[in-house]
């Protein structure tokens, strides 16, 4: 991807083509980011193999010796390559609800036990925890998380915690507890899904949902400095996104274009907070637009250069956009000047400390020269997928095993069902088999799928390898059983195994 050349200043200088992105499709960027991270999982696995025979002190000189050869493949990052991304211990990354639950029946407030409260089904399922489950830690050749389902947002967070950066940097494994699932794609897209779908959810507190748009945004609203427990939660959930990117899972994650356009350092434009935030928009929207028909605008709004805020519970706090902003009245001459530093707020200033947990998480996994290439819309379509669902297209790029060819008759039933069903059953359905309701970039023509005849008529449902793309059916006999067969199992699919 580059050579070396020297320049009139004498020193050696990079030519890459990565500094050229407008060469690039959005489907080869793709392809180069997911490029760089298996050669950076290849290089970690053997070094993580030379560490384990000959030491920690030979693995860091071959990590130096690949680190001249291929500069700017690995993240740089403050994280020493063997320590812990978090040190200190027992800290408590359960829900607001839980929380308050273990508070009530007098369990100590930085343990991770959940029992009591709402997430707990410990009684019913007798699951183990990590530390005693029986699957080993760490391994050489893998990053390992060993999660509960009860337990999984608690587990989850305690788990990444514990890893070294070297770890993170190995293919992921996920294992949960009690299940049978082998990880080979499938169960960490589950696994995933399930995570942010609870951590995101209103009992964290971590993140504001926007009433209209339905957008999440970080909780921060003063912008004073987030505490260390809260700190280390927004730290270990940007490694989180960042470690799906990196192992190459779409994420649903319901956060605005603004993220990924801080994310890449692009500034953040009027049009972007508003499609955010659309009522806040609407307002400094009309503060731009008042003509003074009525009277002067600092006559008819009374505005200022602060902003209120909420504080504790039933109380609000006042915050200047600009030293002595209290005291200056926006009027037409200052407007536009007052909508800036209102956006500038809203956006960097009031979350700056929880944003810059999370992107520091991120960039850990996510941080190498490939990242440069992307600009906003097509990171948040590499990171979410695409909303839009082709399954034409999908159709077109499916291929057919175990007897059925596109002629099979459970396989034109298959899709004239699949074109009668409502988008919500589509989404179920994608998930199903292949463990993600959006389509990668390029569409879902670019997610190879296979249909495997699974059989001779039967009442089995279907079922599926995520890990693969694999839907397996049997050959179904009337095209009532088979859009019986397959509703039933879309509607009622989850988790890997027998309990």
Known sequence: MHNRTNQDRGEDQVFSFLHYPFLFDSAAKREILHAEAYFTMAQTVHVSQLADVFGESAAQNMEGLFQNAMPGLTPSTSIAIDQPIVARKGRNYASSRDRTTRRRVGTHPDDFDLRGSSLDRSDSLDIPTPENCGVSATHPEACLFRCRRPHLVSDALAEVARQTRRDLLKPLKVHFIGEQGVDAGGVKKEFFQLFFDEVLSPDYGMFNVDSVSRALWFAGDTGEKCGGEQEEAFLLIGVMVGLAVYNQVILNLPFPGLLWHKILGVPTKFSDFTKAFPEQGRSLQKVLEYDECDGKIEDVMCLDFSVDTQGLPGTTRNIELKPGGANICVTKSNRSEYVDLFVDFAVNVACEQQYESFSKGFYLLCGGQALELFRPLELENLVC????????????????????????????????????????????????????????????????????????????????????NVLILPDYTSRGKTRDRLLTAINNSSGFGLE
């Open 385 to 468: 997928g695409s909303p839009d669902l082709d399954f034409d297209a999908l159709k077109r790029g499916t291929k057919y095993d175990g007897g059925y060819n596109p002629e099979s008759q459970a396989v034109l039933w298959f899709w004239q069902i699949v074109s009668e069903l409502d988008m919500n059953d589509k989404k179920q359905l994608l998930n199903f088999f292949t463990g993600s309701d959006r389509a990668p970039i390029g569409g879902l023509k670019n997610i190879n799928c296979i249909i495997q005849r699974a059989g001779p008529d039967s009442m089995s449902l279907p079922t599926a390898h995520t890990c693969f």
